[in-house]
């Protein structure tokens, strides 16, 4: 069986107060910070990069769970390794050439490798990766097109999601884009197990509560086949 993970997406905190608001979440009963690093290229929105991720870390232990949007994946694994990032989870559609190479930098760098795709990418593509030698440790299934927080759930991703399970049954399946109270219970009989939540996290008026009703959801659902 599979742990919930539950990430709560500090993209939709207050950045002028990130470290009060990673642990506000932590405290809410958070496993991991979902951290979205976007470059302006492979996704039209600018969000953060190392510097801020080094910031963050002299303030928080937490798992820091960092979803690289960006167009070169691999110029940014030596910074943020030294940063403090934990997870460095890349998109299959910009490591094609070179993914084995990523994956093993990532490692080096002391770091827990993902691959991430887009809606629309067929989930085949993702396989070499998860059975190669030195294999990525978590599929990341966009359920929104990346870029933007506050999008609406797209439950057609679902069968990605199902068919990771089915194939691999002890692997990390996170899911990200419009996760909350009405949709996680799609995602979880699915079995995604690592949930990213932004809006519906931050936006409660009891955080802990929507993160309680995630998790339980997931471990409902761990018997529940697709």
Known sequence: MVKPKIAPSMLSSDFANLASEAERMLSCGADWLHMDIMDGHFVPNLTIGAPVIESLRKHTSAYLDCHLMVTNPLDYVEPLGKAGASG?????????DNWQE??????????????????KTPIEEVYPLIEDETPVEMVLVMTVEPGFGGQKFMPETMEK??????????????????????????????????????????????????????????????????
């Open 88 to 96: 460095f989870t890349f998109h299959v559609e910009v490591s094609k």
């Open 102 to 119: 990523l994956i093993q930098s990532i490692k080096s760098n002391g770091m827990r490798p993902g691959v991430a795709l887009k809606p």
């Open 161 to 226: 999601v199902c068919a990771l399970r089915k194939k691999y049954p002890s692997l990390d399946i996170e899911v990200d884009g419009g996760l909350g109270p009405s949709t996680i219970d799609i995602a979880a009989s699915a079995g995604a197990n690592c949930i990213v939540a932004g809006s519906s996290v931050f936006g409660a008026p009891e955080p802990a509560n929507v993160i309680s009703l995630m998790r339980k959801s997931v471990d409902d659902a761990q018997k529940i086949s697709c």
